[in-house]
């Protein structure tokens, strides 16, 4: 005969023994959805930068904009949209809820480019003043490159170019499209007021980008954006040495950038962008500035201020005296400066100079197509320097600058 605590402690062991595989039998299941779900995730990333460069292998079909391209399937897409001087490209691939993205600033390479002066063809020679340098290959007109003496100071610096020299045209290279203010104007726009108090703003690129309208109140001296984001005015922007601003744009007439501030903005203006003394606009930062109508337009970098990523100024003007990129003593760009009108080059430039004229301004007097002390170096560039996308039916092939 069995007796009863014999039997209760049977129905437990078997109780326990139930327990025991049903946990078993779950953590299975968890385990094997766990893989599927990591399996897809990771199939996902890859058909995300798959979908990536197959758009950057065909980023020139690709139109511009926030309507989505799709691949193959309707699983993974790409857009293209400007982003100041360079382009944003977003490519997204899509799992039942699952969305994976893969996000990047995009412009062109380096490589095979030795060229660090096109200067156009006015039928004037370049002179070259005091420690004047040029290293690369230089395209200007039948005239060439010559010494020249001003205010007691002769050549000075040993060959005149190290490169070669050949003849330029009477007009720069055209450009393909350049951002302008009203580039994204169909998007709707906030305020810092509407915003209401926050200690960081951060904006992915796959969302709508968020435009913020400046009024001359709103202070700018002590603000942390980064991501999708525009500030936007329509008078001129003064931003503080201790703002912090990383991949965002700014767009007005006029910016200043006081002395101190270092951070990688976008920036697109209409009558002049100045970096103060020791204000560092990180890579990849681009100024693009687009002259009105018999206005003046300048780009200025003041002494030891210095830009990674490159400047384009554009006019339609016919006269172009009324702009001008003037970068100091102790000043640099690390990329592009392209320039439908003036250049005053006392600092130096690590790249390429497109420039319709030189231009350079004594206390004496006014001289066209002189370089004192300035420097251009093709060759000290990175090849893996990412450039700005300036120029279509190139040679030079897309590629990503900064993951976002």
């Known amino acids: 005969m069995i007796k009863a605590g014999s039997l209760l402690y049977a129905v437990f062991v078997c109780f326990l023994v139930a327990v025991l595989c049903g946990a078993f039998v779950l953590i299975a299941n968890v385990q094997t959805q766990y893989v599927a779900m990591t399996g897809s995730q990771e199939h996902l990333v890859d058909r995300s930068n798959s979908a990536f460069k197959i758009a950057l292998g065909k980023f020139d079909l690709l139109s511009e904009g926030n309507n989505a391209i799709y691949f193959d399937d309707f699983n993974h897409t790409a857009i293209k949209k400007r982003w100041g001087a ?14 994976i993205r893969t996000a990047g600033i995009v412009g062109k390479e380096n490589k095979t480019n030795r060229q660090a002066l096109y200067l156009t063809d006015l039928g004037k020679p370049l002179n070259m003043v005091g420690n004047a340098k040029i290293i690369g290959d230089v395209k200007t007109s039948k005239y060439g490159v010559k010494r020249a003496y001003i205010n007691n100071q002769n050549f000075s610096s040993g060959k005149l170019v190290e490169g070669n020299i050949s003849i330029a045209d009477k007009r720069l290279p055209r450009l393909q499209a350049t951002p302008s203010i009203e580039s994204i104007e169909s998007i709707q726009a906030t305020t810092f007021s ?3 108090e926050f200690e960081k703003l951060v904006r992915p690129f796959h969302k709508e980008t968020l435009i913020i309208e400046l009024s001359p109140e709103d202070d700018l001296g002590n603000i942390m954006l980064r991501g999708n984001i525009v500030l936007r005015s329509i008078s001129p922007i003064i931003i503080g040495g201790d703002a912090i601003l990383n991949d965002i744009q700014v767009q007005a007439p006029s910016v200043t950038f006081e002395t101190g501030f270092r951070g990688n903005v976008q920036v697109t203006a209409t009558q002049e962008v100045i970096l103060e003394e020791q204000v560092v606009l990180e890579y990849p930062s681009s100024i693009s500035l687009t002259a009105e109508d018999g206005e003046q337009a300048k780009v200025v970098l003041e002494k030891e201020s210095m830009l990674l990523g490159g400047i384009v100024l554009e006019t339609s003007m016919v006269n172009t005296d009324n702009t001008l990129v003037q970068i100091d003593e102790d000043a640099q760009v690390v990329g592009d400066v392209y320039a439908e009108g003036r250049v005053q080059l006392t600092g130096k430039v690590t790249g390429s100079v497109h420039a319709q004229s030189f231009y350079l301004e004594t206390k004496s007097s006014k001289y066209i ?16 320097f990412v450039r700005l996308p300036l ?3 190139t040679t030079q092939r897309y590629a990503v600058v900064k993951s976002i």
């Open 86 to 99: 360079f382009y944003v490209l977003i490519s997204e691939a899509y799992f039942k809820n699952d969305t």
């Open 194 to 196: 509407e915003l209401g």
């Open 369 to 384: 197509n002189y370089i004192l002390d300035g420097e251009i170096n093709a060759t000290d560039l990175p090849e893996n």
């Open 391 to 393: 120029f279509e039916n």
